[in-house]
Every structure is written in structure tokens, then in C-alpha cells.
């Protein structure tokens, strides 16, 4: 299903099973998964959810009491992303960095060193953000977003504070 379809079906979901189903694409997202299998499953699991609730059945009914176990046993049990998978986002994530440093620099003579530094540390914050994400799906709470919100801020802080110290050493 595109983007779009999976919306204006979700749109019919109660809120209970819309929010439980968006935590379960949370978790499946940010898990090292085949693409077409998460979204084949992401897909039947959403089909399940609208036929389960033409007959007064929510996430839990179907899924169980515990939906982040049954999603952990799910995604154990799904074929991982490819090595080409891997790379490629690897590659789109240095590739990001690139132009958004490129883009907002105003000292070209450091600008290796920003490519490369802002690289690393936008690749930990993407590295952390899957980890956290998927630690925190299910669990509905303001800390989560706090957490998120603090390991972004971290990174930013460390890229200017290394970035001082390369320039005061060079």
C-alpha cells in the first residue's frame, strides 16, 4: 500500500487501535528489517486491525496483551535488511550530511573536516534515534520524546565543541 492509502485507512481505526498501530510501525521502522517484508506486514496487520474492529476487536484482542512482545517476536522472526540495504542508507545519510554542511558553510577551509566530523556524529544521531525509537515504542510517555529530543541536542553541542578543538589545534 502507498503512504497515502495506509492514512486514509487508518483515518477509520477508533483511537486506541490507531495509536497501537502507529507504535507497532514505530517499532517496525526502527528495526533492521527487510523493506518489503515491513511493509507487507505493516500492511496485514492493519488489515487485520479494520477487520478486527467490524467485529468489536481491538489491538489487544488480536494481538495479544502485550503488543511490544508479540511485535519483538514478530520482528525476530522477519528476514533482515540486505548488506546493499545497509549501505545504501549509509550512503544517504553521508550524503545528507554532505549537502547540509556544504549548504551552511561559511569557512571553506575547514570544510573537510566539517563534512567529516558532522558525518560521524549525524550517523551516531541516526544510529541512537532507531535504538531509542525502538526502546520507547509502546510506551506512551513524555521522557521518551525528552530523551530523543536531549541525544539530539548532545550531538550538536559535541560537533561544535570538537569542531573548536580541531580548529585550535590546526
Same mark, same amino acid.
Do not use: W
Given at each position: 500500500?502507498?503512504?497515502?492509502?495506509?492514512?486514509?485507512?487508518?483515518?477509520?481505526?477508533?483511537?486506541?487501535?490507531?495509536?497501537?498501530?502507529?507504535?507497532?510501525?514505530?517499532?517496525?521502522?526502527?528495526?533492521?528489517?527487510?523493506? @518489503?517484508?515491513?511493509?507487507?506486514?505493516? !500492511?496485514? +496487520? $492493519?488489515?487485520?486491525? /479494520?477487520? #478486527?474492529?467490524?467485529?468489536?476487536?481491538? %489491538?489487544?484482542?488480536?494481538?495479544?496483551?502485550?503488543?511490544?512482545?508479540?511485535?519483538?517476536?514478530?520482528?525476530?522472526?522477519?528476514?533482515?535488511?540486505?548488506?546493499?540495504?545497509?549501505?545504501?542508507?549509509?550512503?544517504?545519510?553521508?550524503?545528507?550530511?554532505?549537502?547540509?554542511?556544504?549548504?551552511?558553510?561559511? @569557512?571553506?577551509?575547514?570544510?573537510?573536516? !566539517?563534512? +567529516? $566530523?558532522?558525518?560521524? /556524529?549525524? #550517523?551516531?544521531?541516526?544510529?541512537?534515534? %532507531?535504538?531509542?525509537?525502538?526502546?520507547?515504542?509502546?510506551?506512551?510517555?513524555?521522557?521518551?520524546?525528552?530523551?530523543?529530543?536531549?541525544?539530539?541536542?548532545?550531538?550538536?553541542?559535541?560537533?561544535?565543541?570538537?569542531?573548536?578543538?580541531?580548529?585550535?589545534?590546526?
Amino acid at each position: 500500500m502507498t503512504y497515502t492509502e495506509i492514512e486514509n485507512l487508518k483515518i477509520k481505526l477508533n483511537k486506541y487501535n490507531k495509536q497501537q498501530f502507529e507504535e507497532f510501525c514505530l517499532y517496525l521502522s526502527s528495526s533492521d528489517l527487510d523493506a @518489503n517484508k515491513r511493509n507487507e506486514i505493516r !500492511d496485514e +496487520i $492493519l488489515d487485520h486491525l /479494520l477487520e #478486527g474492529e467490524k467485529e468489536g476487536k481491538d %489491538f489487544q484482542d488480536l494481538f495479544g496483551q502485550n503488543p511490544r512482545n508479540y511485535t519483538k517476536q514478530l520482528v525476530a522472526q522477519l528476514p533482515k535488511s540486505s548488506l546493499k540495504e545497509k549501505i545504501t542508507f549509509i550512503f544517504s545519510v553521508i550524503i545528507i550530511s554532505i549537502i547540509i554542511i556544504i549548504s551552511n558553510s561559511s @569557512n571553506n577551509s575547514y570544510l573537510f573536516m !566539517d563534512v +567529516i $566530523l558532522f558525518s560521524i /556524529l549525524n #550517523g551516531m544521531v541516526v544510529f541512537s534515534f %532507531f535504538k531509542l525509537t525502538k526502546r520507547f515504542a509502546f510506551k506512551s510517555s513524555i521522557v521518551s520524546l525528552l530523551i530523543l529530543t536531549l541525544t539530539i541536542q548532545v550531538a550538536g553541542l559535541s560537533y561544535y565543541v570538537l569542531k573548536n578543538l580541531f580548529i585550535k589545534f590546526l
